[in-house]
Nanobody, 123 residues
């Protein structure tokens, strides 16, 4: 089994910064993609930033220039540095990963999600 554990959410004033972390653990053979989605109140889930393969990254237009995704491959961890936060960034942020696991000698790939961490931007 694979677990994704997020940390780093909280309450921040507009213009402030927060850093989210997500660590993957379990019978991981390879991490094929990893990143962050969010769900704002009354809205659907949207991509925020993701490593989609190799070092390729995708960002939502709304966060470009403000958020930066990074990773530590040795720790199977991805980070999201969020700067210049806006009230519209308020959401539950979910860690996502597409992981190949090894189990009893066989490989299989699947999507995995963290439980989410609340980010609230308000004065």
């Amino acid at each position: 089994q694979v677990q994704l554990v997020e940390s780093g959410g909280g309450l921040m004033q507009p213009g402030g910064s927060l850093r989210l972390s997500c660590a993957a653990s379990g019978s991981i053979f390879s991490i094929n993609a990893m990143g962050w989605y969010r769900r704002a109140p009354g809205k659907g889930r949207e991509l925020v930033a993701v490593f989609s393969g190799g070092s390729s990254t995708n960002y939502a237009d709304s966060v470009k220039g403000r958020f930066t995704i990074s990773r530590d491959n040795a720790k199977n961890t991805v980070y999201l540095q969020m700067n210049a936060l806006k009230p519209e960034d308020t959401a539950v942020y979910f860690c996502y990963a597409f992981i190949t696991v090894q189990n009893s000698g066989s490989l299989s790939a699947a999507d995995y999600w963290g439980r989410g961490t609340q980010v609230t931007v308000s004065s």
